[in-house]
């Protein structure tokens, strides 16, 4: 069955970079695009980032030039970059595996950036 599994998350000072992984097993990994995305208590669930089965990427306004997102079809893994983050960046994130036919998402991971 189609599994994503997000790690690489928890507690970060302000400023601070973490680093998210995605593993994907399951799915012919290197047609899917893969996105981030995140939710925070309260609100809806935004992009924060995305990269297409190509490697072209994508980002939000709020993160980009902070955050960076790659993939590796070798391992079936995608990735998230966090550097200089902000209280602002706390919430869930979500890995999400997605084909014009198909969607898939993780469980998410918390990342909390506080002093």
């Known amino acids: 069955q189609v599994q994503l599994v997000e790690s690489g998350g928890g507690l970060v000072q302000p400023g601070g970079s973490l680093r998210l992984s995605c593993a994907a097993s399951?799915?012919?990994?290197?047609?899917?695009?893969i996105d981030w995305y995140r939710q925070a208590p309260g609100k809806q669930r935004d992009l924060v980032a995305g990269i297409t089965s190509g490697g072209t990427t994508n980002y939000a306004a709020s993160v980009k030039g902070r955050f960076t997102i790659s993939r590796d079809n070798t391992w079936n893994m995608a990735y998230l970059q966090m550097n200089s983050l902000k209280p602002e960046d706390t919430a869930v994130y979500y890995c999400?595996?997605?084909?014009?036919?198909?969607?898939?998402w993780g469980q998410g991971i918390q990342v909390t950036v506080s002093s």
């Open positions: 399951g799915i012919l990994f290197n047609i899917y695009n």
């Open positions: 999400n595996a997605n084909t014009i036919r198909n969607s898939y």
